[in-house]
């Protein structure tokens, strides 16, 4: 029995994943930026809102499907765009992609993916969505977006919240860095994972595909360099709309976390927003992204589908968004550690206990439906 | 002397049974659902509420009794139903029921009991109420509904908090399943409790008699998946009020926590709540009780009887929760440690303990009857 | 050097006591009742108020001193009631009187005393007050305020806060329990603090003389179970009226919580109450007293006389009651602690340590005299 | 490679410092005052304050200049007042003044300074303040005054939250006391950081040189007690109004914490303040200086700079203060603990780390220039 058969949440999934990764691996998957105050904060303002169950209600027939952009998806999550997923599993984008298709939900691609477009169109039947980062070169950006609509992508997020990198000092430490160079404790590091050096072996490591081919490179430290030379800091609400205008499809800006920009997102023709901290990894001190969920719900009265992600772990997680008015979840982290504790089967294990929790927390939250869940469900203080 | 003989409070019961009971058995009866937010919350809850003591009041005569239903018992104490106490120690539930029969308290019998109801009714010579589940087979709700009454129960206390069962990540992670298969893990576990081995040796294993005789079944792991099979996720207000209509006493709905459902209850013609997060066991992340009492309180301005569970473990918790309104409190757990660190004596001793509790804490409060207790008693932030 | 030459606070002062005295005699002084939810509280809410220090402010010239009941003492300080000081140091009682009267501080002698009144009213040239518990004999009490009016006793503290005593647990679990008993757990306790021992050894048992005498008993059990038979929880304002009447000095109510008592004390010409949860030794649960300050402040409007105790360590603290409104600060422990730790001299010096804190405070605070402490110097939230 | 390069965020630096340092050097300059109630407040205060991320928003070119005294400073950070740099590293304040001229910013130099007016204004070439504190002696005082402004110094701050020190118990436990006396746990200590050692050896014990120069002292513990004997607890805003009308250029108060005093500040004729708890180091329970900043802000409406430090770690600490109003925010230790670690260049490095955490800290906040951060990218509960 593999030892991703034996996770039942997906705190399960993420210490399997910290004795499969070397410590440098993982920390760079887990950690967050400066302190980790926004990481550690994140846990603790889902833990303040409190569900009120609203036994007795009728729950024997549960739904737990939702509608994004005109498409029906089987539950409320979405797998995040996150980057080189290969340092956590071989051709880890293709995996998450096929897993997320099983499950009937979205898979973001990222704009920094170890993997081609081509690549993860193809994988599994399910919905593609792409993540984009705006460059300084507009062009480049241009080109992605219309590719992305060539090969049916059906969703654009833009991310927009970072400018420029967050300060990673688990990254620093573990000289995590790009360019990448090999110490005696970086070797050691790996030695001590060898099932994990064995698939890198097999499979080449993990180059930022992509970026690759957008900018011309091989060598993978220089697009890593690039990428962090060429994201545009500029981003405002103009280069928005002129990205926007080029895509046919739905377009939602990934990253806000301040509800004063919602109608300006309105304005520009945006159809969502992802309100995040990118997980704690970027503005250290940021509040949490469900702290501000109401101001965003409240200010867009109904005119922005409100995704949201940042430290969701849980199905009860997820509910708490979506009682606050959230209309689906992203997360990042929980299935890069199941990718880690095994592959496609393990992240289909992982999005299993998901639904799982989800569908205990509606039912014992009685609501039949998600559509169901409202703010009566939660205390928030 | 038996080590049982002491413990001064209910933590002290706690930790015995811990050092009795194999781990499994133990974490069966100690956990909570998921991440135990709300096994924690409880506890916190509780001691987020401050007492004001009122000295000086003359409190030479103190009583300690309260009319519930129009039945008078000696302390605003109640042993609520759990399913399967054999597990804890031999007949558990005629144990439960003899001490809180001498008690003058009443004892709720659990429909996942591991005793027949006659066997129940007439275990000792206290009052005994009868906690039901409502089954998809509404014939065998009504047929328990039927005998309770020709056994005399008092009080019927509809449990309506698990539509489906809660996940206990403890449960999972101990193998502690149903079928039940042992692992070498377990055998180790159970070797290492020879007394508690010694008592199920001799007495057989628990199995639930109820459900048993109810749905014709021999086999215990047949019988614990009926139950999670029949158990009926469709309970509404109307089922309720058919149940309610074919009994002749007291009617109780187990399991709420929103106010928002008082009206409902009220016109089903339900007599008595018991506002509960089932101590933490299924709905994680819940709000505690203790928190939700007094917008119940207000909901139902005197047309209720106020029960409480979920998380008290000393009589100044209870008196906390009566100050705040409620009329009498059910304890799960506590009962359960003190059957498991030595049977009917130990039970009849943590009764004791919190009778004891109960009194000092009115004494010092300045409350010389329970009834005496008011919102000024308390300052809850 | 002595050790307690070594203490610069109040915790050192404790750490001393704690490695000097058996550890059941250790726990009796430093306990509280119950869980201890109390106990921790006391300090916790002492460290959510927080100082708003006012510079620059002129503080060249520092006056500590205040009136109390028309008497002027060096300092917000009073030693208050604990019974039984014997048992920290030979003549307890004689020793706290004596470094109180030399700091020019009152001292509160109990009811519990282990010296008689005659030899506290001699001891040192401080000014005396009288802790009286109420008894059931009504003579009794009456015989005992007449002798403190007789010997000089200035002022009369009745405490209302122990109709009955509160569950210690660490006495019942240390077995520090009335009629003691020798154990070999016990007896390893005192022996491995030999110069308590020989202390003990030297003067003799401590004896609760005071009440010996009222009650003509000889034997320490029989005396510590008289208290306890014979403390009368049916104090209300009438007996403390008709106790009030009997005595010509300013009369105090030790032990109130609860704000809306104030009418009550101010009609039965009460010139003072000591807000107090008796160092969170008798209702575990209960409110801090600097959080129900305020409200007692609000309620007086001036006419009683504010004294409060509880969870005081610091200068600190002490300044944050009396910026509340408090007109001085009472300590048990503490005091306790430095008597522990080397008798008189070691007293001297705590009280000494705090006096310098008070100073330091006060003059950091920018308050050039005690009553220049208003709430403008604190935020509570 | 020197430790200190791979110092990545002031935290290091002070774990550098902790291993180069004696004990109870480290003490000295790490503690606070009393129980370090303030100490601990200050960064759980800062804490409490969460980031509102403000993307998307134009952040291509940033500016962190910030204009003070009409003066333009390449960042908002000052480093503060502290005496007796040498004790660190040799010449400590020389290190830190020429640090900090080639950063842009401002130095700040202590009355305690154990270097010369003369050699701290010749000290690299950036622009250096002067910290007075006032003396019972006034003509001493208006000495410095005259001398700073001679020197070209280009503010003043006087310090008027230590009328008297604070209790420092590290520093007593550790006998880091004035006059200074050798014991072998203290010979252990230094024995255990040879490189302070020789460092200390090489140069000569610190002194405080400005003080011993203005009393004619040459024994380094008859200045420290010359200092404490010889501070003005009398300060008063006539003091300061006479002071002020003797210096030319900006006058600054640094040290308060009371929003009611910022009229007589202003009529004062004083240009800013610093709102400072000392670094939890004077007053201990005195509420953090960012949770009084905004009321600060509210009653100064403009007419002051505001300065305030205290805890101040991060870049994202920085910009919290300069959301809520500061102009500038000074720091203590951070700077210390660098030159602990390496001397100068280790300084210049946590300048540029700081430097650095600003600039990302605005640039994912979304504000171009330090003047457009404001209240709303804060929520502060
Ligand atoms: C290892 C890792 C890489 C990430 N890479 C990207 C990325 O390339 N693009 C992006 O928009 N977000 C990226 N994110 C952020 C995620 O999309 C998401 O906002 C975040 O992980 C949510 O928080 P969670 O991990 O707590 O679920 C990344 C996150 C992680 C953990
Ligand atoms: C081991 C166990 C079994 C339980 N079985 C039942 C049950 O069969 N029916 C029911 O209504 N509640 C059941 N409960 C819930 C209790 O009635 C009660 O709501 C809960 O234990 C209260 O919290 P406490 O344990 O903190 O007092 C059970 C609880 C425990 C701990
Ligand atoms: C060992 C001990 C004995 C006490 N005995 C008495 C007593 O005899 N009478 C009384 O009124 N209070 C008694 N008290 C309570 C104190 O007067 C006071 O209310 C309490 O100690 C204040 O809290 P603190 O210890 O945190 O300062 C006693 C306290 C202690 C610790
Ligand atoms: C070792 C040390 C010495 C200090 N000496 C002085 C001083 O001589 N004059 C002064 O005004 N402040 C002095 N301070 C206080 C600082 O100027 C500043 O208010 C405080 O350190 C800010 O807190 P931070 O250390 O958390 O940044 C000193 C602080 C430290 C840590």
Not at 119 to 136: E, M, P
Not at 160 to 178: A, E, M, Y
Not at 182 to 205: C, D, E, I, S, Y
Request: overall charge neutral.
């Amino acid at each position: 029995m593999a030892r991703y058969e034996k996770a039942h949440c997906i705190e399960d999934f993420r210490r399997i994943a910290q004795s499969s990764l070397p410590k440098m691996v993982f920390d760079f998957i887990d950690g967050g930026s400066g302190m980790e105050a926004t990481l550690r904060e994140n846990r603790a303002a889902l833990d303040r809102v409190k569900l009120v169950a609203s036994a007795p209600v009728n729950v024997a027939t549960r739904d737990q499907s939702v509608t994004l952009f005109g498409q029906t998806y089987a539950m409320p999550l979405i797998i995040g765009p996150t980057g080189l997923v290969s340092v956590a599993w071989p051709q880890g984008e293709l995996v998450l992609a096929r897993a997320a298709g099983k499950a009937g939900i979205p898979y973001v691609m990222s704009t920094a993916a170890s993997a081609t477009m081509e690549d993860v169109a193809r994988a599994g039947d399910g919905r593609k969505w792409f993540q984009l980062y705006a460059f300084r070169d507009r062009e480049i950006s241009k080109a992605m977006v219309r590719k992305a609509a060539s090969l049916d992508f059906e969703v654009i997020e833009i991310a927009v919240d970072n400018p420029i990198p967050g300060t990673r000092l688990r990254d620093s430490r573990n000289g995590f860095s790009i360019p990448f160079k090999w110490t005696p404790g970086k070797l050691w590091n790996v030695a001590t994972r060898p099932g994990w050096l064995w698939r890198m072996m097999r499979n080449g490591a993990p180059k930022m595909e992509l970026l690759s081919e957008a900018f011309g490179l091989q060598e993978a430290p220089t697009i890593a360099a690039v990428l962090q030379k060429q994201l545009d800091p500029g981003v405002d609400w103009d280069y928005i709309r002129e990205l926007r205008d080029l895509w046919p499809r739905a377009f939602v800006v990934k990253g806000m976390l301040d509800p004063s920009h919602v109608e300006a997102a309105v304005a520009s023709g945006v159809d969502g927003v992802v309100i995040s901290n990118h997980g704690g990894r970027q503005l250290d001190g940021a509040a949490s992204s469900i702290e501000m969920l109401p101001e965003f719900v409240a200010a867009a009265a109904g005119r922005l589908t409100m995704l949201i992600d940042s430290g969701f772990r849980t199905g009860t997680d997820i509910v708490k968004a979506l009682a606050l008015g959230a209309h689906s979840v992203q997360v990042g982290r929980p299935t890069l550690f199941a990718a880690a504790s095994g592959g496609q089967p393990a992240v289909e294990r992982a999005l299993a206990v998901l639904r799982n929790e989800i569908d205990i927390a509606q039912a014992l939250l009685g609501a039949a439906a998600i559509s169901d869940l409202n703010p009566s469900h939660v205390r928030f203080r």
